[in-house]
């Protein structure tokens, strides 16, 4: 009946077209569902897309909390973005972003009380050497012993949360906290903090960084020699080696600018958004942002707007949750049907579909 | 958990961190903030049915509503927000990874009354904080499990080392060892507060280790399961866990919280909310005893059932003297009865249980 036919090159109106049109289909599907459950599912698709955007009551809120929740997301799936052009392929910058939360905080508090403006800076450093150092394990053993990076760098999401369990209610935990789990409020300790840098803007450090990061790959892929080996590498592993890419040190440089980027996110968020060590820190960013960078099709400006659009999904779920009552499992199968739609809808972008003649071998 | 939109139009809302509108004659708004999901059979669902208890009991008078599976942290931070936003007048924080999030949004929204389960800080006069005595309905757990284990070994799945935590172990080791001084307990630390992969690899080895009866300070029914299959017996946690009765569930601790929610929304609607602590246990109905079943024997469901009587009476407290601490020192002197501050920061185990408190 139906036959697909490979592109040449992926067709550039397709590219463009199928976010739209996935978006479009979700809100079909999902209003089914929505209905399904017997609610308005116009009410709920518009609670979901545009009030956190545009309603009177929510939106002076909720436009910033979109830039708070996009931050720490672009940031990783940039990072992650480089090594999966590369075919490199990091699946624990959650691990990565947890290492980074605990490196920057204890720094920060092997200091505390302080007030010198100096200790920041180097719980920032502190936070990507940490993330980076996690994301070293997976390289080092990947490019010495020949292991899998995949089932590495995953495996060690799960120490890494051992870890973080072990740290707020051990090492890091507040002395003045009566026993209980959790470092100290860091986000109310100016010396710790990673305020708003403008008010009520949700802008923080580290979304300042998410976007100066969305224009360095851009301009790294682009102009820059490594940009082209990334790409290369990715594309034609053999061409790449004739081409005098030295893999090793592709793969380190690949893991490590991801460690370091999932690591800074999670120092920025843990003096920042969310405030201290505790036994949940994470909430899985770093597993979110593979989600991301794909959605973004690799690409900076992609994962930008990739990252707003899974923000909004989270706030604007959120808030059908509590204006509609709608389940959170429902939210999470209508962000999953954006998922499916967006990445089923590339198969128009790289095929061309055939109608085929009945009885025709 | 209607459409609460069209109430809200007249709530203008310019700085979009104004406080709440309310009128006399539209329903209270009642907010939830679950850290799970409220069908988790466990903790999650127990507040759930204590905002179905609000719901029954003003009816009209109230709309309830609820966000699940919030994470502790920013996220949290932004639900209540938006809580708050959407005009609720008072909203219930039922995970004690919300205490910082709480303190914040009700520092903002001095208007709303927020109540913060299982936390200790109250920096605002619009914040409580209430959470249960669950050591009382371990105690009475430990009473039966130190009759019942004929192995003299019971396994004991812990969650966090927090004070909650290390109570409930003494409060059960105190109890069973009373019964039966040749009562071992096998601690077992998950590091979660619900997983069901964990949960059935840590009842396994427990029972692995000789174990009969498990105890459990973690949400799922997994353990249960495992108790089934292995012959041993178990108790349901924060929910009945009925499905698993006669046995292995041979009874529960039950949170009900409902009580005390009707009583604080009430007290919104009087105008007479005040901020508090509220520690309640059996007696006011916080904790219950979920039914003995037939597979406790007769004379042990009798002594049980007096144990409950005689807490709820406030005639025995389950940690009265003597009892030493791990290491041989005294604790409480004979008679001597813990008083709250050390039980709410308890961070040592009681003489005669093993192991160490992790790290």
């Known amino acids: 009946m139906f036959k697909l036919e490979k592109r040449p090159s992926p067709s550039k109106p397709w590219i463009l077209a199928t976010p739209i049109l996935a978006v479009i289909l979700t809100m079909i599907a999902g209003g089914l569902m929505f209905a399904a459950l017997g609610k308005n599912p116009f009410e709920a698709i518009r609670i979901i897309f545009w009030d956190p955007l545009f309603s009177q009551q929510f939106a002076a809120y909720s436009r910033p909390q979109l830039l708070v929740k996009a931050g720490p997301l672009i940031l990783i799936a940039i990072g992650l973005s480089l090594g999966f052009r590369a075919g490199i392929w990091n699946i624990g910058a959650e691990g990565q972003y947890i290492m980074g939360a605990i490196a920057g905080a204890s720094f920060g508090l092997t200091f505390y009380p302080t007030e010198s403006v100096w200790v920041f800076p180097g719980m920032v450093i502190a936070g990507a050497l940490g993330g980076w150092a996690w994301a070293m394990i997976p390289a080092i053993l990947k490019t010495h012993f020949r292991t899998n990076e995949i089932l590495v760098s995953l495996l060690l999401v799960y120490v ?94 690949c893991m490590g600018v991801s460690g370091i980027l999932a690591g800074l ?86 095929y061309r579909i055939r109608m085929r003649k009945e009885g025709v071998a | 958990m209607k459409n609460i939109t069209k109430l809200l139009t007249g709530a203008a809302l310019a700085t979009g961190l104004a406080t709440s509108a309310f009128a006399q004659d539209d329903p209270l708004q009642v907010g ?148 039966n001084p040749d009562v071992e307990f096998r601690v077992v630390w998950a590091f979660t507060w619900m997983d069901p992969t964990i949960e059935t690899e840590a009842a396994q080895a427990l029972i692995d280790q000789g174990a009969d009866v498990i105890m459990q300070h973690t949400d799922t029914t997994a353990p249960l399961a495992v108790a089934a299959e292995a012959g041993a017996i178990g108790f349901g946690q924060a929910s009945d866990m009925i499905q698993f009765a006669p046995a292995p569930r041979v009874s529960a601790i039950i949170d009900d919280w409902g009580p005390y929610y009707i009583e604080r929304v009430q007290a919104v609607m009087d105008g007479t909310w005040e901020s508090g602590d509220t520690w309640d246990g059996i007696g006011p109905g916080m904790v219950g005893i979920g039914e003995m079943t037939d597979a406790i024997p007769e004379e042990v469901r009798a002594s049980a059932q007096a144990m409950v009587e005689a807490i709820a009476a406030g005639e025995y407290h389950p940690f009265t003297g003597p009892i030493n601490m791990q290491d041989g020192s005294a604790w409480l002197a004979d008679g001597e009865v813990a008083d709250d501050g050390t039980l709410a920061g308890m961070d040592f185990y009681i003489e005669g249980v093993t192991g160490d408190i992790p790290n």
């Open chain 2, 32 to 179: 939830f903030v679950m850290v799970g999901s409220i069908n988790d059979m466990g903790w999650n669902t127990g507040h759930y049915h204590g905002l179905e208890a609000v719901q029954e009991h003003f009816g009209d008078a109230v709309e309830t509503t609820y966000v699940e599976n919030v994470p502790e942290g920013a996220d949290a931070e932004r639900v209540l927000t938006q809580m708050a936003l959407a005009g609720a007048d008072i909203i219930f924080t039922t995970s004690f990874g919300f205490m910082d999030p709480t303190n914040n949004v009700a520092e903002r929204f001095p208007n709303v009354m927020f109540e913060h389960a299982t936390g200790y800080r109250r920096d605002h006069p619009n914040v409580s904080t209430y959470s249960a005595r669950f050591y009382e309905g371990r105690a009475v757990m430990g009473h039966i499990a130190g009759h019942m284990t004929e192995s003299n070994i019971i396994g004991y799945i812990a969650s966090y080392p927090i004070p909650e935590v290390i109570r409930g172990i003494n409060s059960a080791y105190h109890h069973a060892s009373e019964v």
């Open chain 1, 265 to 350: 996110a999670g120092v920025f968020e843990v003096t920042g958004p969310a405030g201290q060590i505790s036994i949940d820190f994470n909430v899985g960013y770093g597993f979110t942002a593979i989600i991301v960078a794909f959605l973004g099709r690799l690409h900076p400006v992609g994962i930008l707007l990739a990252g707003l659009l899974m923000a909004l999904t989270y706030i604007g779920g959120e808030l059908a949750q509590l204006m509609l009552g709608i389940p959170a499992s429902a939210i999470q199968a209508f962000q999953g049907m954006l998922l499916f739609f967006l990445l089923a809808l590339d198969v128009l972008s790289n």
């Open chain 1, 160 to 253: 890494a949360e051992k870890f973080l369990a072990s740290a707020a209610v051990g090492f890091l935990r507040n002395p003045e906290g009566s026993g209980f789990p959790g470092s100290r409020q860091l986000n109310r300790i100016e010396a710790f903090s990673n305020p708003e840098l403008i008010a009520n803007t949700g802008m923080h450090w580290g979304v300042l960084l998410a976007f100066i990061s969305v224009i360095a790959a851009y301009i790294l892929l682009n102009k820059h020699l490594v940009g082209y080996q990334i790409k290369l590498a990715g594309q034609a592993p053999r061409a790449a080696r004739f081409a005098g890419v030295n893999p090793t040190r592709l793969i380190l440089l």
